[in-house]
């Protein structure tokens, strides 16, 4: 079974940077597409960024190209989410997702853009 942890989510004031992680447990890590996905108060959960299996290939919502920067270390089964020029609009809970056959999610880190 897959399980994911996410952390590094927290307060920032606008303007400033986070890093997000996401641990995976088991081998399947490195075969799987990645993403990180968002959901804020309110509004749909939607796909911030994603990553190809070997980590060749990214996408990249509109509202965060640019800014948010998605990363993988296939030898650590970890991926990143580096998050700078934070907004306010920035804030939500941030999910962190394994797609093969089916989908798997972490429990979710908040992450809180404020002055």
């Known amino acids: 079974q897959v399980h994911l942890v996410e952390s590094g989510g927290g307060l920032v004031q606008p303007g400033g940077s986070l890093r997000l992680s996401c641990a995976a447990s088991?081998?399947?890590?490195?075969?799987?597409?990645m993403g990180w996905y968002r959901q804020a108060p309110g509004k749909q959960r939607e796909l911030v960024a994603s990553i190809t299996s070997g980590g060749g290939s990214a996408y990249y919502a509109d509202s965060v190209r640019g800014r948010f920067t998605v990363s993988r270390v296939n030898a650590n089964n970890t991926l990143y989410l580096q998050m700078n020029s934070l907004k306010s609009e920035d804030t939500a809970v941030y999910y962190c997702?394994?797609?093969?056959?089916?989908?798997?999610w972490g429990q979710g880190t908040q992450v809180t853009v404020s002055s």
């Open positions: 997702n394994l797609r093969r056959i089916r989908d798997y």
């Open positions: 088991g081998s399947i890590f490195s075969i799987a597409v």
